[in-house]
C-alpha cells in the first residue's frame, strides 16, 4: 500500500508559480485614474490610468513619497513598476523578471479587436474558491457540462459519436471535442432559435500553461459560434479570477444581451463542485485518481505542467523553440478568418 500511496503523491500542483509571463488582470474598462487592486500568485498589482495610458505597480501609486519608500521587489526590478500594455480589451502585467518582458509573448486572440472594441455586456467576472491549475483542469474535462450545466448550457442525452482529440507545444494545450448528434441544449432552444432537436458540436480550448489563460471556440451547428476568453489569474492557492470577454455579435440580440449573464449562474455551479476539491487536489492522497478516456488531455496537461515547473525550479525561464505563444490560432480555432 505504501508504494501505491506515493505514486498517487506524483501530482501535487502545488499551486504552481510559473514566470514570465502575462497576465490579463483586469478588464480595461474597469482601469480609470482611481487606482483598483488586483493579486497575481499573492503578488500585489496596483492599476490606474495617467492621462488615459495604464499603469501597474506593486504598491499603491499615493502610499510613498520620496521620504518614505516601501521596498521593490524583483518583479518590478526595483522600480515599483511593472511591464504592462493593453490588448483586447485587457490590461496586461508581466509577472517575473521584467527585463524578460515581451510584447511578442501576448497570446493571439483571432476573435477580439485588439483595440477592445466589445461591448461591456459581454465582460463578465466569476471567482473561484480553487486554484488555477484546477479551474483550468474543470474546463478542459468540458464534459461536466453535459450534466452540472445541463438545464442551460449541457444538452444532456446520448449522441451518435462525441471524440476528444488534443495536441501541445511546451507552452500551450488544445483541446478540441466533436459531439455528432449532441441534444440542443436549452440556452440554444430558448435565446438562440435553434429549433432542431440535435446539432454537431465542435469545442476547441487552446491553453496557454504559465498564465492559465483559456481562449475557447464552441461551434453548433445548426445554431452559431460563442467565442469567448476566461483567464484564470491564480490570486493564491485557493482563489483564481476570471474576467471572462465574449464576442457574441454573430448571435441573435437576445441570445446576444442574456448569454453572459449566465456566466453568473454557472461559474457558482463550477464553484460548488470546487471549493471542496481544491484542498485534495493540493495534498497528496492515497485515494486513486480514477480517469476515463475524455480525460487525457487534462492528464497531458499535468504533465506539461510539471514539466514547467521542474525547468523554472532550475531558474530556467526561457521559451522552447516549439512555443510560440504570440502565434495566429486561426485555424486551430476552427475559424474560417481573424478579426484582427
Not at 486572440?109 to 472594441?117: H, T, V
Not at 470577454?245 to 460548488?272: C, E, S, W
Request: charged content about 20%; hydrophobic content about 35%.
Amino acid at each position: 500500500m505504501a508504494k501505491v500511496a506515493k505514486k498517487q503523491q506524483d501530482w501535487i500542483p502545488t499551486n504552481y508559480d510559473l514566470r514570465d509571463t502575462w497576465f490579463p488582470v483586469a478588464h480595461a474598462t474597469d482601469v480609470s485614474a482611481n487606482p483598483v487592486r488586483r493579486m497575481v500568485h499573492s503578488q500585489p498589482y496596483y492599476l490606474w490610468r495617467d492621462n488615459g495610458t495604464a499603469n501597474a505597480a506593486e504598491i499603491h501609486p499615493h502610499a510613498f513619497t520620496a521620504a518614505n519608500k516601501p521596498s521593490a521587489t524583483a518583479f518590478t526590478g526595483g522600480s515599483y513598476y511593472y511591464p504592462v500594455c493593453e490588448q483586447y480589451g485587457y490590461i496586461w502585467a508581466w509577472y517575473g523578471n521584467p527585463g524578460n518582458a515581451d510584447m511578442a509573448l501576448l497570446p493571439h486572440i483571432p476573435f477580439l479587436p485588439k483595440n477592445g472594441d466589445i461591448p461591456k455586456y459581454m465582460r463578465t467576472t466569476i471567482r473561484f474558491d480553487a486554484c488555477s491549475a484546477l479551474s483550468v483542469e474543470n474546463l478542459l474535462d468540458l464534459t461536466h457540462a453535459d450534466f452540472l450545466h445541463g438545464e442551460v448550457i449541457g444538452g444532456e442525452g446520448e449522441s451518435e459519436s462525441d471524440e476528444i482529440t488534443f495536441d501541445y507545444t511546451s507552452e500551450t494545450l488544445t483541446r478540441v471535442r466533436m459531439v455528432v448528434g449532441k441534444p440542443v441544449a436549452p440556452v440554444m432552444k430558448w435565446l438562440g432559435g435553434v429549433r432542431a432537436t440535435h446539432q454537431e458540436f465542435r469545442s476547441t480550448l487552446h491553453v496557454h500553461l504559465r498564465s492559465g489563460f483559456c481562449i475557447s471556440y464552441p461551434r453548433f451547428r445548426p445554431g452559431f459560434d460563442i467565442p469567448n476568453v476566461q483567464p484564470f489569474v491564480p490570486n493564491g492557492s485557493h482563489r483564481s479570477r476570471v474576467d471572462q470577454i465574449f464576442n457574441l455579435t454573430d448571435a441573435p440580440l437576445i441570445f446576444r444581451r442574456i448569454m453572459p449573464k449566465l456566466a453568473y449562474k454557472v461559474g457558482p455551479q463550477d464553484n460548488y463542485v470546487m471549493r471542496p476539491q481544491n484542498p485534495r487536489y493540493l495534498e497528496p492522497s492515497p485515494v486513486r485518481d480514477m480517469h476515463s478516456r475524455f480525460d487525457a488531455p487534462g492528464n497531458r496537461y499535468r504533465f506539461l505542467m510539471q514539466a514547467l515547473h521542474e525547468r523554472q525550479s532550475k531558474g530556467d525561464y526561457s521559451y522552447g523553440s516549439d512555443a510560440d505563444t504570440g502565434a495566429d490560432i486561426t485555424e486551430i480555432l476552427g475559424m474560417e478568418k481573424s478579426i484582427d
